[in-house]
């Protein structure tokens, strides 16, 4: 079976631009959930979207939204880039609530200059 | 979710039993304890979890004591791929709607 897959892997952009990241997930998972990953602050939940519904949502600012497709396939969108938005978006799939495994997959490793 | 504490970094020596501690005393009964490990450059990978019995899978053992205040992830015969930082986790049976918090972890270094 396919893992949970990302792209772009790696993604340089400038400030104030807008940034489209990309997930599938695994075959028969229909929860994608969105993180955000940086050394200082660790890993941080964006949303969750379960059969195209954002089911949970994390504490980040109105430029971070994402939607998900019929297919369960996920997008998330970040716009008017900041510096600090340079981190890794890692994106996570499950059958189910946070309760099942979550299966992870690469990032995408995004650059803001 | 109940908060976990584990040991900042760990050495085992390759083919070794590598016992890896979380304390977990504010946990209440309808949470379950979940490992999860990363390993550098890549999305984290879930390990095993479990409730108040101790779990076997291809990967891991999990240990709870018997107050459900700690366990113990063991890794049987440790190779330098499991090299990562390690995280433990606590989660209600609700599922966490404010998703997976991962703590600092322990990063557990394999030595040849």
């Known amino acids: 079976k396919a893992g949970v897959t990302q792209t772009p892997r790696y993604l340089i952009k400038t400030r104030g631009q807008q940034v489209t990241l990309s997930c599938s997930p695994i075959?028969?998972?229909?929860?994608v959930s969105w993180y955000q990953q940086t050394p200082g602050q660790g890993l941080q939940f964006l949303f969750e979207?379960?059969?195209?519904?954002?089911?949970n949502k994390g504490n980040f600012p109105g430029r971070f939204s994402g939607r998900q497709f019929s297919n369960s396939r996920s997008e998330m969108n970040v716009s008017t880039l900041e510096l600090g938005d340079s981190a890794l978006y890692l994106c996570?799939?499950?059958?189910?609530?946070?309760?099942?495994?979550?299966?992870f997959g690469p990032g995408t490793r995004l650059t803001v200059t | 979710d109940a908060k976990t504490t584990q040991p900042p970094s760990m050495d085992c020596a390759e083919g070794r039993a590598a016992n890896l501690p979380c304390n977990h005393s504010?946990?209440?009964?309808?949470?379950?304890v979940y490992w999860y490990r990363q390993i550098h450059s890549q999305g984290p990978q879930y390990i095993i979890h479990?409730?108040?019995n101790n779990e076997t899978n291809e990967m891991a053992s999990l240990i709870i004591t018997e107050d459900r205040k700690s366990s113990t992830l063991i890794l049987p015969h440790a190779t330098l791929r499991d090299t990562a930082v390690y995280y433990c986790?606590?989660?209600?049976?609700?599922?966490?709607?404010?998703?997976?918090?991962f703590g600092k972890g322990t990063h557990l270094i394999i030595q040849p």
């Open positions: 996570a799939s499950s059958m189910g609530n946070l309760r099942y495994e979550q299966y």
């Open positions: 075959s028969g998972h229909r929860s």
């Open positions: 979207y379960f059969s195209e519904t954002q089911r």
């Open positions: 504010t946990i209440s009964g309808n949470e379950y």
């Open positions: 479990g409730l108040k």
């Open positions: 986790i606590a989660l209600s049976s609700g599922g966490g709607a404010d998703g997976l918090t």
